[in-house]
């Protein structure tokens, strides 16, 4: 028997780096005031740690946008893998050309492209989605802020998000 509310679980889960940075905060500050010495040089190095921590996980819980879509997402030694109700997929990560955002679909897509295979459509809530942020992030140049604005910005139209050698004009900006 659970005494939590799935919801309130879900929103536990999805924040849950920013909740051990919490942990690790108090644990450093208790440090800090304490007796001093070597704990109150620790408490410092764990205070440090607990910042990085909490910024990380911030943007990881804006990149999460919920669970339970269509299709399963792996990821096994930088083979991204998609397998869809209808559709499915696999590319490499490092041979990613072009990321975009589709919001028009229900739900939004991630559009990865790769030279030579056809364009892989993920949504970004199915099971598994969220270990893209470590993939996406790897992105030589990619800006991992802009990345999260797009996805939480509701905008009616695709945007891409990356690409690696620029399919546009020098003047035209990417976002």
Known sequence: MSFIRPEAKLTLWRWREVLVAGAVLLVGLSWIGGPGGLLGWLGWVLVLFSVAL???GIQRARFRTGAGGP???????????YLGPLDGGMVAAREIERLA???TSSPAHWVLEQPGQPVLHI???AE?????F???SALPGLKTEQMLAELNSGTAHQVIIWERTPSRPAHLRLH
């Open 128 to 132: 598994g989605a969220e270990a893209l």
């Open 123 to 125: 949504p970004v809530n």
């Open 54 to 56: 909490a910024v990380i």
């Open 71 to 81: 299709g399963i997402v792996t990821i096994d030694e930088g083979q991204i893998t």
């Open 101 to 103: 955002l589709d919001p």
């Open 134 to 136: 470590d993939v996406f």
